[in-house]
């Protein structure tokens, strides 16, 4: 299994035991969540590149699964991913440089570049 999908995996199976264990907190980050992406001042495909970039930014490698997922299936061309992912890394510096690894094959396991 390529590392994107496993990381996607890993975040469902994550919600549905957090689901079971934390229904509470969970229920309501998952409200949350929902209701800050039906927002229509940014669409989509603007609002997951922002999150790829954040993804980087944070270091976080289901983020950037889910993200890059994400503003694919938004629309987003492999340069706009990694234009957007470059931003954090010219905020945020070298360490968010070496997250540009898992932004590479989460681009070239979902776009099939």
Not at 48 to 70: D, F, M, P, R, T
Request: with cysteine.
């Amino acid at each position: 299994m390529e590392a994107t999908s496993e990381k996607l995996r890993e975040i469902k199976e994550l919600i549905g035991k957090l689901e079971k264990d934390v229904p509470t907190q969970i229920g309501a980050f998952s409200k949350f969540m929902q209701a800050t992406e039906k927002s229509t001042a940014i669409e989509s495909k603007s609002r997951e590149l922002i999150n790829v970039a954040l993804s980087v930014s944070a270091q976080c490698e289901w983020c950037i699964a889910l993200h890059v997922k994400g503003a694919v299936d938004a629309g987003a061309t492999k340069e706009e991913i990694l234009e957007a992912a470059m931003q954090a890394v010219l905020m945020h510096g070298g360490p968010a440089l070496m997250y540009m690894i898992p932004v590479e094959e989460a681009i070239e396991e979902l776009i099939q570049a």
